[in-house]
């Protein structure tokens, strides 16, 4: 009999991929073109700018592992761009911009053919929970549910909501706490290379990576798609 009682999934370029992967500039771009509140900064290059000293300025600021939810890198920008602007405007522009970022980045994302119908035969062999590294507050969630899939998973773990990313302990702490497991009885499968294999793995779990592009040919456990984790997980389930 199996021991597995769990598949841990990470998200994003796992189970929902986007049309175009972004650069810093296209996640910039996503809150300012549209926003409405262009016209406080000088052009795209100024705002592209802020947007990167505010990356820096909260990643020196907060603890190593730390997460927080994107208005706030938004605010940040706007505190170091605009500081003239009373706190009452500065929410409001930063809710303008985080918005405008939401809609532009959920309108790239989209589920390929091999997840959307290996999911549900996975699920019949385990149960299924969400691991991801994410910025926005409920959005992993909102994405799942936008593809047609939330209702495939017990659970949704997020760094926003924990505080704290992949791969610190404590987020794979908190799914293993949700499924009701131990490390032993999950398989983990994500693109990520130390997130999604070498971390999981090190706290005792069974990794899996999802290798897409051929980067990490000679890993033991390493598939290409959901087929490929269809037939892997059906044999070591038996």
Partial sequence: MSIFKYIFFDCMETLVDLHVLPTSRDYAAWAFEGSGVEEL???????HR???LSKKELASQLPEYADYEMKLRFLQLIKLSLSELGYGRMEATADRLRDNY???????????QDVRLALPKLGKLLSMGVVSNFMVMGGIQELLELTGIRNQFEFVVTSVEEGVIKPHPAIYGKALQLAG????QVIFVGDDYINDYIKPAEL?????????????AGLERRIRDFNELEELVGRITI
């Avoid at 899996?208 to 990490?216: F, S």
């Fill in 181 to 184: 497991v131990k490390p032993e």
């Fill in 50 to 52: 802020y947007y990167i």
């Fill in 204 to 216: 005792g779990m069974y990794t899996i990576c999802l290798d897409r592009y051929d980067k990490h």
């Fill in 102 to 112: 939401w809609k532009k980045y959920k309108s790239v994302c989209y589920l390929r």
């Fill in 41 to 47: 900064w000088e052009d795209f290059d100024a705002f």
